[in-house]
């Protein structure tokens, strides 16, 4: 049974930092990208950072140079660094791992997500 699981969101004002986790079960972390999306009341879930299997990362534009995304495989875990936090950051945060399966295919897992509020 696959899960994934955020943890680390909380209040912040704005210019600070915070830490995003996910814990991933089931082994799959290894042969899975892994990406953080976020969503914010009345928007569209936006993707926000990108870790592919081989360690390549991507960014959007809007948190380039401030997140900073990162795999720890032997751990089973996933990193998102927040610095220079902005209130239009606010959301929530959902961490997502897409499963390579060698006969199934690509399988998307989400985790439940973890309410990131930046004040001004």
């Known amino acids: 049974q696959v899960q994934l699981v955020e943890s680390g969101g909380g209040l912040v004002q704005a210019g600070g930092s915070l830490r995003l986790s996910c814990a991933a079960s089931?082994?799959?972390?290894?042969?899975?990208?892994m990406r953080w999306y976020r969503q914010a009341p009345g928007k569209q879930r936006e993707l926000v950072a990108t870790?592919?299997?081989?360690?390549?990362?991507n960014y959007a534009d809007s948190v380039k140079g401030r997140f900073t995304i990162s795999r720890d495989n032997a751990k089973n875990m996933v990193y998102l660094q927040m610095n220079s936090l902005k209130s239009e950051d606010t959301a929530v945060y959902y961490c997502?791992?897409?499963?390579?399966?060698?006969?199934?295919?690509?399988?998307?897992?989400w985790g439940p997500g973890t309410q990131v509020t930046v004040s001004s």
């Open positions: 997502n791992a897409a499963y390579q399966g060698l006969i199934t295919g690509i399988r998307n897992y």
């Open positions: 089931g082994s799959i972390l290894s042969m899975s990208v």
């Open positions: 870790i592919t299997t081989g360690g390549s990362t």
